[in-house]
């Protein structure tokens, strides 16, 4: 039997093709160069399904020096290409990973958010739940269940002006108030409005401030509505005087208390920036 016959396609193939795996090539020198290595293979492949022991069959020849020196070639060959593709990854791969400032992507990016920061203050709503909450809670865990339900409650990383990110913790970004802007507004009629910016310790201090006094007014809300009960059962009286205590000694400028507002925003805020995009972000 030829040694080709096992081939089952090879009858069917034009002579531009190859006998030991069929692929088919424009030219002939094409072909050529291609057998020379698939022929080797082929041999190898057949060896190792029959289970023979040496690598050649007792029918096969020898390669000559000059085969010998064509395989050589057209493995050279080969390993350049694959060389030339592996470096072409690589450079792929380096340009994905470069390092970009996370303030300028956020900056020149599409994240820009409806509103500004100065604004976020109208999307916080204390209700009466929250006080509920507070009466037999901490005042920081109260904070964080307000937030929860108004500002936390998105998928959407930009839908409000103000995020954190994985890689950098307990930093905060605000789309806030562009200082130049207003200042130069006449003449700099390139320059933004609202940009994105680092939350300041100070700036932090002030939003606290002011979302404190919102659950102070709906304190006095809940007390007015339940004043008679107040008045005539001592437990509600105590558990609203504790609360007015815990309230009142909320300091937002000791650094523990801020340092844990600042830790429990941040894990209900924060964002893995390389699921946004593929890149290693500097800060």
Known sequence: ????????NRIKQPASCCVYCGKGYKTRTG???HIVLCEVIYKTNKNKNTCTTS???EEDEVPSQRRMYQIILELSQKCNKLEQQLEEVNKWVVKK???INVLEWLITGNSNPAIPFAKLLDQIIVIEED???LLHNTFIDTLGEVFSRTIFQTN???KYPICAFVQKPN???IYDTNREYEINQPEQIDKKEYIWKELTRENLIKFLNLIHRKISRAL???KKNNNERIKSCDSTSNLYDKTMIKLMGVEFKQDSTLSRIRTMMYNKMKTDMKSLIEYEFEF
Do not use: A, G
């Open 97 to 99: 990973k470069k390092k």
């Open 1 to 8: 039997m030829n040694k080709h016959s096992e081939i089952p």
């Open 220 to 222: 006095s809300e809940w």
């Open 131 to 133: 006080i509920e909450y």
């Open 55 to 57: 690598i050649l069959d």
């Open 171 to 173: 930093v905060f970004y």
């Open 31 to 33: 072909l050529d160069k």
């Open 156 to 158: 959407d990383t930009f």
